[in-house]
């Protein structure tokens, strides 16, 4: 019933930025934490950025900060990750989960998560 699905992932030069867009169909979208986490080719799947029911509140990996911004839309069934500067090591596969536990946590791992969508292949080229 809860299947996020992500969307905006592409090829972008380093330096440059993309938006992604997570849709989360269902009444209960409202109530959930929402994350972003990622897996490179030959890595374990990593944080990245997550956002409270409200989006009053924001965890990010250190890798990440100042140059993500996560945001949401609960009026649009939506969660967002703004990825300016990009770099290389920013090329993986982006994964939208949610979190049943509505509030932020201090720290987020798989475990976490409850609902994944399938993905969306960011490449960032040198």
């Known amino acids: 019933q809860v299947q996020p699905a992500e969307s905006g992932g592409g090829v972008v030069q380093t330096g440059g930025a993309l938006r992604l867009s997570c849709a989360t169909p269902g009444r209960t979208f409202n109530s959930y934490a929402m994350a972003w986490f990622r897996q490179a080719p030959g890595k374990e799947r990593e944080f990245v950025a997550a956002?409270?029911?409200?989006?009053?509140?924001?965890r990010y990996a250190d890798s990440v900060k100042g140059r993500f911004t996560v945001s949401r839309d609960n009026a649009k069934n939506s969660v967002y990750l703004q990825m300016n500067n990009l770099k290389p090591e920013d090329t993986a596969v982006y994964y939208c989960?949610?979190?049943?536990?509505?509030?932020?946590?201090?720290?987020?791992?798989?475990?976490?998560?409850?609902?994944w969508g399938k993905g969306t292949l960011v490449t960032v080229s040198s």
């Open positions: 989960a949610a979190d049943r536990v509505g509030a932020i946590r201090s720290t987020y791992s798989e475990e976490t998560m409850n609902y």
């Open positions: 956002v409270s029911w409200s989006g009053s509140s924001t």
